[in-house]
C-alpha cells in the first residue's frame, strides 16, 4: 500500500505528537509546522496528501492558512483542529474549503474516521 503524506500543523508540540500517535496505525509519513506561515512553506515546497491544521496559532491562524490555500487553488484536503464552538465560525470554514473539523480534545478514533475517509484508507481493525 502506497504511504500518504500528512502535515500536521499545531503551535502545540504535544498537540502534534498526539495526532501522530492518533494515526500510527495507518501507513502515513508526517510532516510538523509549529505555525501556518511554515506550514505554507512547507506543503508548498512538497505537496501533502492531506493536511491537519490547528485553528489558533501564532504568526498565521488556521483560518489565515486555509485562505491563503485556497485563494492559491491549492484543494488538498483539510482537516481543522478546533475548540470552536461557534457554528457561524465553522460554517465560515467550511465555506472556506476545511473538508472536515476534528473538536479538541479530541478521541483518536474520530480523527482516524476523517484521516481514512479523505484519504481513501482502510479503518484499521
Do not use: W
Not at 505528537?17 to 509546522?33: Q, T
Request: glycine share 8%; with cysteine; charged share 25%.
Amino acid at each position: 500500500m502506497t504511504r500518504k503524506n500528512v502535515l500536521v500543523i499545531d503551535d502545540v508540540s504535544v498537540i502534534r505528537s498526539f495526532v501522530k500517535a492518533a494515526l500510527r496505525s495507518l501507513p502515513i509519513d508526517f510532516r510538523e509546522a509549529s505555525d501556518g506561515t511554515k506550514g505554507l512553506e512547507m506543503h508548498n515546497g512538497s505537496r501533502a496528501d492531506l493536511i491537519i491544521c490547528d485553528m489558533n496559532m501564532p504568526a498565521m491562524n488556521g483560518e489565515a492558512f486555509l485562505r491563503a490555500l485556497r485563494e492559491s487553488g491549492d484543494l488538498t484536503p483539510l482537516i481543522l483542529l478546533t475548540a470552536e464552538s461557534d457554528m457561524g465560525v465553522l460554517g465560515r470554514l467550511i465555506k472556506l474549503g476545511i473538508n472536515g473539523y476534528v473538536r479538541k480534545p479530541f478521541k483518536p478514533a474520530a480523527l482516524t474516521t476523517q484521516v481514512t475517509s479523505l484519504l481513501g484508507l482502510a479503518e484499521p481493525s
